[in-house]
Structures are given as structure tokens and as C-alpha cells.
């Protein structure tokens, strides 16, 4: 969920990295940044299983193979609140993927990583967490296991919290006590004094018993789904990413209304939280043809961001006004699901997958032997001329990035956007 | 009360902004201009919100360069990040 830079990968684990590279965070073995997906050729015999991005920091998981010990962890980029955990001396940064030291033989099934913080789940439910410490404990420079009785089934990270979410439907948070009071400054030292600090796990206030399905941990806000689907915000809210109309921060989860609101068909909702911004994905519980656009809802929630955009991309030839707007919202919303977050968003709002293998299906012609489909840019840019020769109920528009253009929600997308954005 | 503390080391030169940057929570970033050192100014502020953060650093590091810097030129204005 880093700001500044990315990591992609293909459907056979390979990587991809671009971005800003001055921490050595895309793992080439220099400084360098790229703004194209350039290929981490040091995992170019794996199978990369998962990868996950900090501010400055990159980590990527390895799943068991042969002649290893086990799972591995490798990081890169700047590790001098160790993060990186390859060394119990500071390291200031490297380029190239060193292993993660003291989780060997456990079994990781996740990772996570935003800010300086590290953090990985093991099969047993047992959360490791290094890096910059939690509410102003000293940094971590190996994995440390959080002792608590919960056994966690999803870590998501801010920048000064982690969220855990329980195999029970608990929702836990940890380092919370700026939580939501980041504008209120008086309370901020009032709370910190309060706190003590061997207790830094607390369970997420005010639920009252209400089950969680889903959490999402932002810079400095957090968002879950409740059992009963409803998408709920706290924290920091000053740039409306809490989506509740207002910029108002909040200490616990409160409801948000969506604006097209999916009416009772079953529903599955993720959402997602970067810096500033709050994104919730709405699918249809239906197979994906033949309304292959017609069945994801994106809200995006994050008022505030429009400021940055004014006059900063070139404008449209269209005479219309609010296409304006469009193009620029488009091309933000495109923007932030590729550089500031994770692909596992991406993949759930492009279905790279899901289209790669309608259109596998659909277009059998296609064949595994293509070598270029070990990139995963050039599969989407040949899916958006399929998909967009399936989708014949709309006429075609060319917004944002053009080897997105498939995702043609756009317009279900700015209507959402524009919508949130006139509540603030 | 200030965000976080961040050493001027941590901190990157934006040759476009003049300034010493680095990230806000919101997206865009803190930045603080060689001139505001100078004068130590120890508070770098986010154009785009309300946070700040502290910056440490040693004001005689930057008070040697000060002779090469023209005088009279008013310090370019923070400006907002795109931050997509």
C-alpha cells in the first residue's frame, strides 16, 4: 500500500517492480527508480507467493521448496527501523532481496508491510511483527511474536497500527491509541500518558459483539465489514476517507452509507485503505459472463483528494464539463489502485485473473506457449480489447491508462467518486 | 502536536519543490526549504493537511552554505503534491 511505489506480479510469480527506487525498495541491486514494471530477475526461479510493500520497504514471501528449511521472507529497501529484519545491527538500506532472519521452519501464510512496519501470519495464527515500533516501543530488527491469546486470521498494517482479525470475527487493534485522534492533539498526549504500555492489543471498540469479516488498515484510518456486509470507518478522517461526509476523526467503527447500495442480491465487499483514501469493492455473487463490467462496484472514498488534481493532468477535448472532471477522476482512480496499493487490489478490481480465464475460455486460441504471457501488462492489454469487444451494450470510452481502459466501470466508478466527493 | 520526528537524514532533497521532503500519511509530503534550516525552523508542514512533523538536525550544517546562497529571493511557496 506504499504511495511511491509498486510491486506486480504474474500469475506464474513472477515480479515486477517500478516506482521511486532511491531505498533500493524495487530490489534491482541499485538506486535507481523505473516507471515502467521492470522484472526482479532474483526471483526468477521461484514462485513467488505473496509481496507486500512499506513506505520505503519491500517484502516478499517464498513458499516451501526444496532445499530450503521452509517459508522465506525476503525484503528490501530501507531498513533502518528494521524492517527489514536481516540483521540485528541498523541497516541503513540494501537493493537486492536478503532473507528475513528467525522465522525459520514456521509456516507463514501472509505478510504485510506499510510504513516502517513488517509483519507476518503463520498457519497457526501466530502474528510476527518488526520494524518501527508500536506506540512508541523501542524498533524491532528480527520478527517478534505479539503474545496474545487471539489466534489472528488477517494482519493489515498503518503506519503507526496494525489491525488483526480473529478466526472468532474479532477485530483487534494494536498501537491504537492515536487512533482517530490525530487532529485532536490535546487528547493524543492525554491518551499516550494513559496508556500502558505492556497492553498495546486491544480489541476494536464499540462493536458491540457484531461479527467482522473483512478489515483494512490505512496510513493512519481503518475500515471492516461486518458479518451483516456493512462497511464501517475510524480513525483519521481529515481528508474524508472515512466516507461518512464529514472530515471529522473517529475513535470507533462507524457505519458508512454507500451510495449504490446493492439491493439484496448476495454481495461479497472487500475493502481498502491507503493514505488518505478508503476503497470498497462490491461483487455480485454470480458468475462473472455474461455481465462481465456489469457486476463490480467500486466505491472510492477519499473527498479530499480532488484538490491535488485540479489542473494537473491535460484536459479532454470533449466540450462536456463533468468530463473533465471524469478524465481526471479516472485517471486518479487508476493511479492510486497502481501505485499506491497492492495487487491483491488490483486483482479484485480488474478480475485480472477471472478475465485472464474467461478470456482463456473464450479465446482458446491463445496459447500457454505465448512467452509473453509471463507478463502480466501485456495479458491486459490484449484482455481489454477482448473484453471491450464482449461489452457491446455501451459505447466504447477511452479513459485513464490505456492498457486499463477494459475495466470500463469507470463511469459506475466517477459517478460514485464524484458523489462522495460533493459530501465534503 | 507534531506527527513524528524525523531526522534530516531521512529526509529527501526535491530538487522541483527546493525543499527537504517526506511522506504524510495523507499522500502528499512534509516538506521544509534550506532557508527555513537556516533559521532553524524545525517544523516541516504537509501543504495538504493539518499534520506536521519535527525535524532534528544540525543548524550548523546548514548555516555553511549560507554564503553561496543569493539573498533577497523570497523562498518558493509549498506546493501540493500530486500524489498519484
Same mark, same amino acid.
Given at each position: 500500500?506504499?504511495?511511491?511505489?509498486?510491486?506486480? +506480479?504474474? !500469475? /506464474?510469480?513472477?515480479? +515486477?517492480? /517500478?516506482? !521511486?527506487?532511491?531505498?533500493?525498495?524495487? @530490489?534491482? =541491486? !541499485?538506486?535507481?527508480?523505473? /516507471?515502467?514494471?521492470?522484472?526482479?530477475?532474483?526471483?526468477?526461479?521461484? *514462485?513467488?507467493?505473496?509481496?507486500? /510493500? @512499506?513506505?520505503? *520497504?519491500?517484502?516478499?514471501?517464498?513458499? +516451501? $521448496? $526444496? =532445499? *530450503?528449511?521452509? !517459508? $522465506?521472507?525476503?525484503?528490501?529497501?530501507?531498513?533502518?527501523?528494521?524492517q527489514l529484519g536481516i540483521s540485528k545491527d541498523k541497516v541503513k538500506s540494501v537493493s537486492l532481496p536478503e532473507v528475513t532472519c528467525g522465522l525459520d521452519g514456521i509456516n507463514i501464510v501472509s505478510i504485510a508491510a506499510n510504513g516502517d512496519h513488517s509483519a507476518a501470519l503463520s498457519n497457526d495464527g501466530k502474528l510476527y511483527t518488526w520494524g518501527r515500533g508500536f506506540q512508541g516501543k523501542s524498533d524491532a530488527y528480527y520478527p517478534e511474536h505479539l503474545t496474545t491469546s487471539f489466534c489472528s486470521t488477517k494482519a493489515t498494517l498503518g503506519w503507526n497500527h496494525a489491525l488483526l482479525l480473529t478466526g472468532n470475527g474479532e477485530a483487534c487493534i494494536l498501537g491504537g491509541n492515536r487512533h482517530g485522534v490525530l487532529s485532536r492533539p490535546d487528547k493524543v498526549s492525554a491518551l499516550e500518558n494513559m496508556q500502558d504500555s505492556n497492553d498495546l492489543l486491544e480489541e476494536v471498540p464499540g462493536l458491540d459483539g457484531e461479527k467482522v469479516v473483512d478489515i483494512a488498515a490505512g496510513s493512519e484510518h481503518s475500515a471492516l465489514i461486518?458479518?451483516?456486509?456493512?462497511?464501517?470507518?475510524?480513525?483519521?478522517?481529515? *481528508?474524508?476517507?472515512l466516507g461518512l461526509g464529514n472530515t471529522v476523526d473517529q475513535t470507533s467503527p462507524q457505519p458508512v452509507t454507500l451510495y449504490n447500495e446493492v439491493p439484496t442480491e448476495a454481495v461479497t465487499s472487500k475493502v481498502y485503505c491507503g493514505s488518505g483514501f478508503t476503497i470498497v469493492i462490491r461483487t455480485k455473487d454470480a458468475p462473472l459472463p455474461p455481465r462481465l463490467l456489469g457486476d463490480v462496484t467500486v466505491d472510492l472514498i477519499a473527498s479530499y483528494k480532488i484538490k491535488f488534481m485540479e489542473g494537473r493532468l491535460p484536459k479532454h477535448d470533449a466540450n462536456d464539463e463533468e468530463y473533465d472532471l471524469c478524465y481526471r477522476c479516472n485517471n486518479l482512480v487508476i493511479s492510486w489502485i497502481f501505485h499506491a496499493m497492492s495487487t491483491e487490489i488490483a486483482d479484485d478490481i480488474i478480475g485480472s485473473r477471472k478475465i485472464l480465464k474467461y478470456s482463456e475460455e473464450c479465446f482458446p486460441c491463445k496459447g500457454q506457449n505465448d512467452s509473453r504471457s509471463s507478463n502480466l501488462v501485456l495479458p491486459l492489454f490484449e484482455c481489454k480489447w477482448e473484453a471491450r469487444a464482449l461489452r457491446d451494450d455501451q459505447e466504447s470510452t477511452i479513459l485513464g491508462s490505456p492498457w486499463l481502459d477494459f475495466l470500463e466501470a469507470p463511469y459506475d466508478l466517477i459517478r460514485n467518486y464524484t458523489r462522495l466527493l460533493r459530501l465534503v | 502536536m507534531s506527527y513524528d520526528d524525523v531526522e534530516i537524514e531521512d529526509m529527501e532533497w526535491n530538487e522541483e519543490l527546493k525543499a527537504y521532503t517526506y511522506p504524510c500519511p495523507c499522500g502528499d509530503l512534509f516538506q521544509i526549504t534550506k532557508d527555513d534550516l537556516k533559521l532553524g525552523?524545525?517544523?516541516?508542514?504537509?501543504?495538504?493537511?493539518?499534520?506536521?512533523?519535527?525535524?532534528?538536525?544540525?543548524?550548523?550544517?546548514?548555516?555553511?552554505?549560507?554564503?553561496?546562497?543569493?539573498?533577497?529571493?523570497?523562498?518558493?511557496?509549498?506546493?501540493?503534491?500530486?500524489?498519484?
Amino acid at each position: 500500500m506504499d504511495i511511491e511505489f509498486a510491486l506486480l +506480479f504474474s !500469475d /506464474c510469480g513472477s515480479v +515486477f517492480t /517500478c516506482g !521511486d527506487g532511491s531505498f533500493g525498495q524495487l @530490489g534491482h =541491486g !541499485d538506486y535507481k527508480s523505473y /516507471c515502467s514494471p521492470i522484472k526482479l530477475s532474483y526471483f526468477v526461479n521461484n *514462485h513467488v507467493e505473496q509481496m507486500a /510493500c @512499506g513506505m520505503r *520497504h519491500s517484502l516478499v514471501l517464498l513458499k +516451501f $521448496q $526444496q =532445499g *530450503h528449511s521452509g !517459508d $522465506q521472507i525476503y525484503a528490501f529497501g530501507s531498513g533502518k527501523r528494521g524492517q527489514l529484519g536481516i540483521s540485528k545491527d541498523k541497516v541503513k538500506s540494501v537493493s537486492l532481496p536478503e532473507v528475513t532472519c528467525g522465522l525459520d521452519g514456521i509456516n507463514i501464510v501472509s505478510i504485510a508491510a506499510n510504513g516502517d512496519h513488517s509483519a507476518a501470519l503463520s498457519n497457526d495464527g501466530k502474528l510476527y511483527t518488526w520494524g518501527r515500533g508500536f506506540q512508541g516501543k523501542s524498533d524491532a530488527y528480527y520478527p517478534e511474536h505479539l503474545t496474545t491469546s487471539f489466534c489472528s486470521t488477517k494482519a493489515t498494517l498503518g503506519w503507526n497500527h496494525a489491525l488483526l482479525l480473529t478466526g472468532n470475527g474479532e477485530a483487534c487493534i494494536l498501537g491504537g491509541n492515536r487512533h482517530g485522534v490525530l487532529s485532536r492533539p490535546d487528547k493524543v498526549s492525554a491518551l499516550e500518558n494513559m496508556q500502558d504500555s505492556n497492553d498495546l492489543l486491544e480489541e476494536v471498540p464499540g462493536l458491540d459483539g457484531e461479527k467482522v469479516v473483512d478489515i483494512a488498515a490505512g496510513s493512519e484510518h481503518s475500515a471492516l465489514i461486518t458479518e451483516k456486509g456493512v462497511v464501517k470507518t475510524w480513525g483519521w478522517g481529515e *481528508h474524508g476517507q472515512l466516507g461518512l461526509g464529514n472530515t471529522v476523526d473517529q475513535t470507533s467503527p462507524q457505519p458508512v452509507t454507500l451510495y449504490n447500495e446493492v439491493p439484496t442480491e448476495a454481495v461479497t465487499s472487500k475493502v481498502y485503505c491507503g493514505s488518505g483514501f478508503t476503497i470498497v469493492i462490491r461483487t455480485k455473487d454470480a458468475p462473472l459472463p455474461p455481465r462481465l463490467l456489469g457486476d463490480v462496484t467500486v466505491d472510492l472514498i477519499a473527498s479530499y483528494k480532488i484538490k491535488f488534481m485540479e489542473g494537473r493532468l491535460p484536459k479532454h477535448d470533449a466540450n462536456d464539463e463533468e468530463y473533465d472532471l471524469c478524465y481526471r477522476c479516472n485517471n486518479l482512480v487508476i493511479s492510486w489502485i497502481f501505485h499506491a496499493m497492492s495487487t491483491e487490489i488490483a486483482d479484485d478490481i480488474i478480475g485480472s485473473r477471472k478475465i485472464l480465464k474467461y478470456s482463456e475460455e473464450c479465446f482458446p486460441c491463445k496459447g500457454q506457449n505465448d512467452s509473453r504471457s509471463s507478463n502480466l501488462v501485456l495479458p491486459l492489454f490484449e484482455c481489454k480489447w477482448e473484453a471491450r469487444a464482449l461489452r457491446d451494450d455501451q459505447e466504447s470510452t477511452i479513459l485513464g491508462s490505456p492498457w486499463l481502459d477494459f475495466l470500463e466501470a469507470p463511469y459506475d466508478l466517477i459517478r460514485n467518486y464524484t458523489r462522495l466527493l460533493r459530501l465534503v | 502536536m507534531s506527527y513524528d520526528d524525523v531526522e534530516i537524514e531521512d529526509m529527501e532533497w526535491n530538487e522541483e519543490l527546493k525543499a527537504y521532503t517526506y511522506p504524510c500519511p495523507c499522500g502528499d509530503l512534509f516538506q521544509i526549504t534550506k532557508d527555513d534550516l537556516k533559521l532553524g525552523e524545525e517544523i516541516a508542514r504537509c501543504p495538504s493537511c493539518s499534520l506536521y512533523i519535527t525535524v532534528i538536525y544540525n543548524m550548523e550544517d546548514f548555516l555553511v552554505q549560507s554564503d553561496q546562497t543569493k539573498k533577497g529571493i523570497d523562498p518558493p511557496k509549498q506546493q501540493p503534491v500530486t500524489v498519484a
